[in-house]
């Protein structure tokens, strides 16, 4: 079962930070990373800054037609193209469907604001109080975590919505 968890942070680019700590997190094996994106806003920005991070994701990640979508519907970015916006009443109800709920969406919306930064990521086998401890050791700024849960269909439903 794989979870998609956001790790939240005090400061605008203690996400970026928290990316070598978590590569070295998953030499140790403490979680599996299956694909992962980071979003930091400077206090003075209108909106966040997002990437996806590659290197840190094994064979299957989703891409970056789902954190686009995600981060779009989190953060109210607008969709390129009318096709899209105009799909993305349905993505929405299918992101629900594999898990992926108002209320995590909501979560994530009201607390990464300007001046914050998060570290979203898609893994399984993660040791969370381990994971949350090496952050704070590391010195990151008050790591708090938003975790949705996906069983095996529901990951099979986002990998299917988002292959290629």
């Not at 996400?15 to 979680?31: C, F, H, P, S, Y």
């Not at 990640?61 to 109210?76: D, E």
């Not at 570290?119 to 949705?148: C, H, M, N, W, Y």
Request: proline share 3%.
């Amino acid at each position: 079962m794989a979870t998609l968890t956001v790790w939240k942070f005090e400061t605008w680019n203690a996400a970026n930070e928290a990316i070598g700590t978590l590569d070295g997190l998953a030499k140790q094996g403490v979680i599996t990373v299956h694909d992962a994106a980071s979003v930091t806003w400077q206090p003075d920005a209108r909106r966040p800054k997002t990437r996806q991070l590659h290197h840190l994701a094994k064979r299957g990640a989703l891409g970056g037609m789902f954190w686009g979508m995600l981060f779009g519907m989190i953060f109210l970015i607008p969709f390129i193209g009318a096709a899209v916006g105009a799909a993305s009443g349905a993505v929405a109800g299918s992101l629900r469907d594999a898990g992926i709920d108002d209320d995590f969406i909501k979560a994530a919306r009201d607390q990464i604001t300007p001046g914050t930064s998060a570290l979203f990521l898609l893994s399984s086998d993660a040791v969370l109080d381990k994971v949350k401890a090496t952050f704070e050791a590391t010195g990151l700024s008050k790591p708090q975590l938003i975790q949705s849960n996906l069983s095996d269909e529901q990951e099979a439903v986002l990998r299917e919505m988002f292959a290629g």
